[in-house]
């Protein structure tokens, strides 16, 4: 699972079982904590832009067949 490192600007993967267990995740570069939720700004932005599109699409699809 991707991971972003607030210090360092970078993704680093870390397995999924090493994420939800209960030791923080240590980035491999700089050897701060990485938070087990954090995502990388940009490609969230572009996920959340994603996730809007589909749902408007959906929805079209949804009213056309109302009609």
Known sequence: ????CEYCNKDYEFT????????PL???ECGNI??????????????EK???NIGKAI???AFL???
């Open 1 to 4: 699972m991707l991971r972003y």
């Open 16 to 23: 999924p079982l090493a994420v939800s267990g209960s030791n």
């Open 26 to 28: 240590i980035c491999p």
């Open 34 to 47: 990485v938070g087990k939720n954090s995502r990388n700004p940009t490609k969230k932005a572009d996920a």
């Open 50 to 52: 994603t996730d809007e």
């Open 59 to 61: 929805g079209g699809m």
């Open 65 to 67: 067949q109302i009609i």
